[in-house]
């Protein structure tokens, strides 16, 4: 007997609580079907009015919050307030392009040099499928679904296996809030079937976030196909602390960003860059942090206590990464050990001394792990914090905002934030360059990328 991929593992007990059946061929042409037929009738109801579907979908997030919230803790394992939060910034997510949208997506009209009328439109392009991860199972749904659903198109959405149960509870919003049938489709797709997805004529783009492995694997299968991809994918932000009138403080601030879902965020601040002068006393305060901690129940959240990772295989990864870090002469100043049991706990950890001949240096830390680095001037900081094949964000702290601001212009990011771990909100473009991939979610610029721009001209 197999094992379905779409199962519950609950992490703080490592107990598969509940299975689903993967779709099935057949299961996928009607998904594809569906999405294809609601498409000819959706793109032609009035924005305005789609914007109102929309607007009523992300109010079901915070009328359903506490149901949201308990359903991801129990299947990733985030702490219990941050699944309410996140299931209420869907809201926010889903009111904004409600509300923008239709503004966002009107003509904007342009002067031909030879005469005429001309204007660039944003109209659909068709069904889209969307793959998305674990880490937030709402809020990358949210920022994928909410500006395509304004702007007309209709979506596949394949969730990550572990995440069934809010698959579920997503497409049943979508139902409640008169999403019509096939315009928002979910579908336990396996890894074969999203390859004959993304050939399938009807699809005209994909949307992944998830780890650089997949969006190679999506962007090949997307190119080959001549399909649209939008890739957000991992991320080793530098955080850069130039001075501080507070060193505690600067330290709490910086490790409250970075355990933030278990560390388990792409923009999360991966490696920490601090000013010799402070680096000591900087250490010395994450170090304390890191120690009075031991391992809670995330559905309780008790303080002084950590969340378990996604699964044992993320556990035992990161337990890996740490490990050739100290072989190779890292300092570890707290935890980096992986608990015994069937439960996915890894110490939060704190560590220094890191090299460019371990793991740590150039590769996604993808947990409760600060890594710290000692610089002597701002270019140096600068250097190491270019020196990465990512480039989602990063941030630059100072006493004197002008020179944060300076520094922070030349990070090679796709976000560049000063005195703040990260400009967020719906409003707020999020994306990256380098191997973070490529396209933006959120903002304005969110309803550009799978719209058809099209030139539309009236000869005089």
């Not at 009523?56 to 299947?75: C, H, K, S, W």
């Not at 030879?114 to 937030?136: E, F, S």
Request: aromatic share 6%.
């Amino acid at each position: 007997m197999t094992t379905s991929p779409y199962r519950v593992v609950n992490p703080a007990t490592g107990e598969v609580v509940e299975e689903f059946a993967p779709a099935t061929d057949a299961g996928v042409q009607q998904a594809l079907a569906a999405a294809d037929a609601a498409y000819r009738s959706w793109r032609e109801v009035p924005i305005q009015e789609r914007a109102k579907v929309v607007h009523r979908i992300g109010q079901l997030f915070t009328e359903r919050a506490d149901e949201l919230a308990a359903i991801i803790t129990g299947e990733m394992g985030k702490p219990l307030s941050q699944s309410k939060g996140e299931a209420e910034f869907c809201t926010d997510i889903f009111e904004y392009f409600a509300t923008e949208g239709p503004a966002l997506a009107a003509d904007q009209e342009i002067k031909p040099i030879g005469g005429g009328r001309a204007m660039i439109q944003k109209l659909p392009v068709g069904p889209l499928l969307g793959i998305m991860p674990w880490n937030y199972p709402y809020y990358q749904v949210a920022r994928f679904a909410a500006p395509n659903l304004v702007l007309g198109n209709t979506i596949i959405l394949k969730h990550a296996e572990s995440c069934p149960r809010s698959a579920l509870a997503i497409q049943k919003i979508m139902d409640d809030a008169g999403v019509p049938a096939g315009v928002y489709v979910n579908l336990f797709a396996t890894h074969a079937q999203i390859a004959d997805i993304i050939a399938d004529p009807r699809i005209q783009g994909v949307s992944l976030t998830g780890s650089e492995r997949a969006g190679a694997a999506i962007g090949e299968l997307a190119g080959k196909n001549l399909k649209k991809a939008v890739l957000e994918l991992g991320g080793s932000d530098p955080y850069i602390v130039l001075d501080t009138a507070d060193v505690a403080a600067s330290a709490a601030a910086a490790w409250e960003t970075r355990m933030e879902n278990t560390g388990q965020a792409c923009n999360s601040n991966k490696r920490i860059i601090v000013m010799e002068d402070i680096y000591d006393e900087f250490v010395a305060a994450l170090t304390a942090h890191a120690n009075g901690l031991t391992p809670g129940d995330p559905a309780q959240e008790k303080e002084g206590t950590f969340a378990p990772l996604s699964s044992r295989t993320a556990v035992e990864g990161l337990a890996e990464q740490i490990r050739d870090a100290v072989d190779k002469g890292a300092t570890l100043h707290a935890g980096g050990r992986a608990l015994e049991g069937p439960g996915a706990y890894l110490e939060p950890t704190v560590l220094t001394g890191i090299t460019e001949n371990m793991r740590a240096y150039r590769e996604e830390l993808f947990g409760p792990v600060a890594v710290v680095y000692k610089v002597s001037s701002d270019e140096e900081a600068l250097a190491l914090a270019n020196d990465t094949p990512y480039g989602l964000g990063g941030a630059v702290f100072s006493t004197d905002p002008d020179r944060a601001a300076r520094l922070a212009a030349r990070l090679e990011t796709g976000m560049a934030n000063v005195n703040t771990a990260a400009g967020e909100g719906a409003d707020l473009p999020f994306g990256g360059i380098k191997r973070s991939g490529f396209g933006r979610e959120l903002g304005p610029l969110a309803m550009d990328e799978f719209a058809n721009k099209r030139l539309f001209y009236i000869a005089d």
